[in-house]
């Protein structure tokens, strides 16, 4: 089985832009979550979907938002970019059930100047 | 927020040596894992353990939980250059927290040859 797949893998985005990450799941996997890691905050639950609805969300401003599509593809969206967004975002993929292992791709880094 | 500390943040053996890793946590859980991230890249997942175990084994990995001191602890046996890279504990709250795992700060591992 293919991986978790995040695209694209290295972005570079100016203060007050909009940025779209993208992240297609392991086959099967109808679960999503996105994290965010930054030197300073370390690993940071974001939000999780699953078939299509929001489950889960951890505590990010409104400009962080997401959405799953019926293929299970997910995307997440950050808008107005702050200088503090620079991070490496990871999307994890599992079955869906209750939390188990979660299966991560490689991440999509964000440089915000 | 992190959900709790790892202990030590940096560990520097050499090869053959075992390695140890502990890591302490504040709520109550469903299971704990470990994952490793090389380089900045995305999370592996080494090993989970259920609220209810107290060891599991997984090739040169051990893994301990006491629940009654919310902690655990990762050994690698036999160390290798190549298991140089950052290692994480992460909680599962379970219930309603789908896809949410609540990472500690890391223990970056240097094995050297």
């Known amino acids: 089985k293919a991986g978790v797949t995040q695209t694209p893998r290295y972005l570079i985005k100016t203060r007050g832009q909009q940025v779209t990450l993208s992240c297609s799941p392991i086959?099967?996997?109808?679960?999503v979550s996105w994290y965010q890691q930054t030197p300073g905050q370390g690993l940071q639950f974001l939000f999780e979907?699953?078939?299509?609805?929001?489950?889960n969300k951890g505590n990010f401003p409104g400009r962080f938002s997401g959405r799953q599509f019926s293929n299970s593809r997910s995307e997440m969206n950050v808008s107005t970019l702050e200088l503090g967004d620079s991070a490496l975002y990871l999307c994890?993929?599992?079955?869906?059930?209750?939390?188990?292992?979660?299966?991560f791709g490689e991440g999509s880094r964000l440089t915000v100047l | 927020s992190q959900q709790g500390e790892e202990d030590p943040q940096a560990l520097s053996i050499q090869e053959g040596e075992n390695a140890t890793m502990n890591c302490s946590y504040k709520?109550?859980?469903?299971?704990l894992q470990w994952y490793r991230q090389n380089s900045g890249r995305g999370l592996v997942h080494l090993i989970l353990?259920?609220?209810?175990?107290r060891e599991k084994h997984s090739g040169r990995l051990r893994v301990t939980l006491d629940t009654s001191k919310k902690s655990s602890s990762l050994l690698i046996t036999a160390s290798r250059a190549a298991d140089t890279a950052s290692y994480f504990c992460?909680?599962?709250?379970?219930?309603?927290?789908?896809?949410?795992?609540?990472f500690g700060q890391g223990t970056i591992l240097t094995v050297h040859p």
């Open positions: 994890a993929s599992s079955p869906g059930g209750v939390t188990g292992e979660l299966f």
């Open positions: 086959s099967g996997h109808r679960s």
């Open positions: 979907y699953f078939s299509e609805t929001q489950r």
């Open positions: 709520t109550s859980i469903n299971n």
């Open positions: 353990i259920r609220s209810n175990e």
């Open positions: 992460a909680t599962d709250a379970g219930g309603t927290s789908y896809g949410k795992l609540t």
